[in-house]
Structures are given as structure tokens and as C-alpha cells.
């Protein structure tokens, strides 16, 4: 609603990861609506605005897939899964 708080939907992580290696957000049937890889944390340029195609989507619930890469090798990658829920 463009009032500056919780306009995107990204993620915030400390000194532990090193990036964002993909970050997918997806319709109720699977089809997918935003995308991003390779990107840096804590970042909301990066984020999901609640927009497809330049439009913003109705009130509802998202799947998404995160996937982060830690500093330390050991853990990589990492998968998140999960629902945003957009509201108005």
C-alpha cells in the first residue's frame, strides 16, 4: 500500500550469509511470479514488491523457494520454503 512498511517481501540475514543465490515466488498454481539470483542480503531493491507482470496482485498466499549460501561452505546451499502472505 506504499506507506513504507512491509512493501517488499525480502530477506534479511546477518554477517553468516554470503548471498542469496535464488529467491523464487510462486502463483497457487505453481506458475512463477517474480525471481531473483545472485543477489545480495538484507536488500529491499532486491525483494518482491507484490507485483507480476507490473501489476499488483489481490489480496492471497505465495509459495516461496530461498535458497542462501552461508560464509561457511559446510552448509551450502540452504532451501526455505514457505508462504508470504499479501494483504492490503
Known sequence: ??????DVFFVQA???V???????IYSRWGE????????PISQ????WDG???GQLLGVGTFPYRITI????????PYTF????????
Not at 511470479?33 to 543477489?39: E, L, S
Not at 520454503?81 to 492490503?88: D, F
Request: hydrophobic share 35%.
Open 51 to 53: 507485483k507480476y507482470l
Open 1 to 6: 500500500n506504499d506507506d513504507q512498511q512491509n
Open 81 to 88: 520454503t514457505g508462504v508470504v502472505m499479501l494483504i492490503k
Open 44 to 47: 529491499p531493491a532486491y525483494g
Open 18 to 24: 554470503k548471498q542469496i543465490k535464488e529467491m523464487t
Open 69 to 76: 549460501e552461508f560464509t561457511d561452505p559446510e552448509l551450502n
Open 14 to 16: 546477518g554477517d553468516c
Open 32 to 39: 512463477v511470479i517474480f525471481h531473483q539470483a545472485n543477489v
